[in-house]
């Protein structure tokens, strides 16, 4: 007999747990809202600041972060983007994703550039590389030479190279700033070009497609790769330099191993990884992985 009352109680409570959540659901507590909002963007890298890979009862939880911040390694993902006037530029927000604060010698921001956009120029000494994400934009440089900056296209542009980026539309961009280590006798030049004209280079070894957006000549103290991996491929080599890296995932999703982390990214996740600091991807998913990828080049690391 009292076998079979803790049974009809334990069914009870249980009938009672499965009513108060179906209760809750029923009046909105809790629930899951798996509805992804329509795309600002169809252009090709719209996924950078329109993220859709997050998990739907994650986006909105309160505290919740996958942004990472290790003495050797930082992920930054865009539900942690802070975006603020940028100095002396007109209606144009920025939001920095790596700096010197952590650790680094150059800065990585993405722009974002309203109607009647104007750039203003970087501090004396800094060189400057654009990429256009979204939108479109116009450099007009030194020459006075205006040049239209679609989406894939880029500009570096040498230290104290006067220069004016104007937008008349929304337009997003990824910008790399940095103190130009030069070497004498040799003295790098502006480049405007799209990531469509350049050749793929050989890696031997590994398997990945890779385009340099910078000569490789010894003007030029840092370069900016794009590389692309179709789903299941990964880096044969297990990196360790002295070479600092920025990156920011433009396609695609994977895993990437930074130190003895093992972290998920996906299109829009930014990474900055010091030097030394063990690193690899393997790309998942049913797409490609494309990157765009900072890396310093050319120059002594005694000097």
């Known amino acids: 007999m009292r076998?079979?009352?803790?049974?009809?109680?334990?069914?009870?409570?249980?009938?009672?747990?499965?009513?108060?959540?179906?209760?809750v659901a029923e009046e909105g507590f809790?629930?899951?809202?798996?509805?992804?909002?329509?795309?600002?963007?169809?252009?090709?890298?719209?996924?950078?600041?329109?993220?859709t890979l997050s998990p739907a009862h994650l986006q909105d939880l309160p505290g919740f972060t996958r942004s990472v911040y290790r003495r050797d390694h930082a992920l930054i993902t865009p539900e942690s983007h802070v975006f603020n006037p940028l100095t002396n530029w007109v209606n144009a927000v920025g939001a920095y994703l790596i700096?010197?604060?952590?650790?680094?010698h150059f800065t990585m921001?993405?722009?974002?550039?309203?109607?009647?956009?104007?750039?203003?120029?970087?501090?004396?000494?800094?060189?400057?590389?654009?990429?256009?994400?979204?939108?479109?934009?116009?450099?007009s440089d030194a020459s006075g030479i205006t040049h239209p900056l679609n989406v894939d296209f880029y500009a570096y542009l040498t230290a104290n190279s006067k220069h004016v980026l104007t937008s008349d539309?929304?337009?997003?961009?990824?910008?790399?700033?940095?103190?130009?280590?030069?070497?004498?006798?040799?003295?790098?030049?502006?480049?405007?070009?799209?990531t469509d004209k350049l050749p793929l280079l050989e890696t031997p070894g590994e398997?990945?497609?890779?385009?340099?957006?910078?000569?490789?000549?010894?003007?030029?103290?840092?370069?900016i790769h794009i590389m692309d991996?179709?789903?299941?491929?990964?880096?044969?080599?297990?990196?360790?330099?002295?070479?600092?890296?920025?990156?920011?995932?433009?396609?695609?999703?994977?895993?990437?191993?930074?130190?003895?982390?093992?972290?998920?990214?996906?299109?829009?996740?930014?990474?900055?990884?010091?030097?030394f600091v063990p690193q690899w991807y393997a790309a998942l998913g049913k797409t490609r992985t494309r990157y765009l990828l900072y890396k310093d080049v050319n120059r002594d690391p005694v000097t």
């Open 3 to 23: 076998t079979s009352i803790h049974a009809f109680l334990l069914l009870l409570l249980h009938a009672v747990v499965i009513s108060s959540a179906v209760t």
């Open 30 to 51: 809790c629930t899951v809202n798996h509805s992804q909002p329509k795309p600002i963007s169809q252009s090709l890298y719209w996924k950078v600041t329109n993220p």
């Open 99 to 104: 700096s010197p604060a952590l650790g680094s």
């Open 109 to 139: 921001y993405l722009v974002k550039m309203q109607g009647d956009s104007r750039s203003a120029l970087p501090a004396k000494g800094i060189e400057r590389f654009i990429f256009v994400l979204q939108g479109s934009c116009s450099l």
């Open 169 to 194: 539309s929304p337009s997003t961009l990824i910008i790399f700033e940095r103190r130009y280590f030069g070497q004498e006798g040799f003295y790098p030049e502006e480049i405007i070009s799209s």
């Open 207 to 223: 398997v990945f497609e890779l385009r340099k957006l910078l000569p490789t000549s010894v003007s030029y103290d840092f370069n």
């Open 229 to 275: 991996f179709q789903p299941g491929e990964y880096l044969n080599v297990k990196e360790v330099h002295y070479n600092q890296h920025g990156l920011l995932l433009l396609e695609g999703q994977g895993i990437y191993r930074l130190g003895d982390n093992w972290y998920p990214v996906q299109t829009g996740d930014a990474i900055w990884m010091a030097p």
